[in-house]
């Protein structure tokens, strides 16, 4: 595990049990106590959490800070595979419709969907750019790109436009991807026009899965665009704090762990 990786899931892990000392992270992890130290200074630095004596504890700072697709797409990525796996399971009936968003661990499953055997019985809607140009490139004639105007760091169809069109269109099941989630603040990402997408799509499905790696739980971005009381299904990896995952059964959340 890189060391960029094993400090988010720091900072997750840190969010969800308000407290976490060395010599546990050391030992899951299978680090040294140093190497932990010198992540948590680093974390610290950053704000992402406060450091304390023999650990650190939650920062409550909303974080505002986007990635690159690129970027994103490297981080977890094995897990994202696995996740995106898990959630063919979820696929509608053939004639069925979905809406993909512009997560990238979505867009790991349009790569599936791209190569499915049933992939051209779907009617499928996205605000992604890359996943409308991977599934038309498989050959797939009911998929529908929203218009608006398109954010180039995350390459999401975004606006008015996009809104007015998913006003009209229902689907069987949308699966959503999320920069963040945390019990209290649910669903969350950095951007105001893509949290309203992600909205009119949650809002337009009949079923919602919401694909979260382990390293996005228990952060949280400025803007919420889903309660856990909206998800019908999260599907996450084997990272995930057990505290975390008991906590969204009780909410009767179907949550799913992908494990290779």
């Known amino acids: ?34 190497t932990i130290r010198r992540d948590l ?3 610290n630095q950053e704000g992402a959490v406060h450091r304390v004596h023999g650990g ?10 986007e990635r ?16 995106a796996k898990a ?16 997560g990238t661990t979505v867009m790991q499953l349009a790569h599936m969907l791209a190569e499915h055997p049933d992939a051209k019985k779907w009617s499928i ?15 797939l004639d009911e998929v529908q790109l929203l218009g608006g105007s398109v954010r180039a760091i995350t390459q999401a169809v975004v606006g008015d436009t996009a809104l007015r069109a998913l006003a009209l269109m229902r689907a069987d099941v949308a699966f959503i991807g999320t920069n963040a989630l945390t019990l209290d603040h649910g669903l969350s990402t950095a951007d105001s026009q893509e949290a309203a997408v992600k909205r009119a799509m949650i809002t337009n499905a009949r079923t919602v899965v919401a694909l979260c790696d382990s ?22 990896d084997t990272g995930a704090p057990q505290s975390f995952v008991d906590a969204m059964r009780e909410r009767s959340i179907n949550v799913i762990i992908a494990d290779a």
């Open 41 to 43: 200074a680093v974390l």
């Open 87 to 102: 959630a063919l399971k979820f696929l509608p009936e053939p004639q069925g419709g979905m809406f993909l968003d512009a």
């Open 125 to 139: 809607v996205t605000n992604c750019l890359s996943i409308a140009l991977d599934l038309a490139s498989a050959g």
């Open 215 to 236: 390293t996005k739980m228990g952060s949280d971005y400025l803007v919420s665009f889903a309660s856990l009381d909206d998800i019908d299904v999260v599907i996450t």
């Open 56 to 65: 650190a504890v939650a920062s409550q700072n909303y974080q505002t800070t």
């Open 1 to 34: 595990m890189y060391a960029e990786e094993r400090r988010r899931q720091i900072t997750s892990l840190t969010a969800v049990e308000g407290r976490v000392n060395v010599t546990e992270l050391a030992e899951r992890f299978n680090v040294t106590a140093e």
């Open 68 to 83: 690159s697709v690129d970027i994103r797409a490297r981080s977890a990525s094995g897990a994202k595979h696995e996740i």
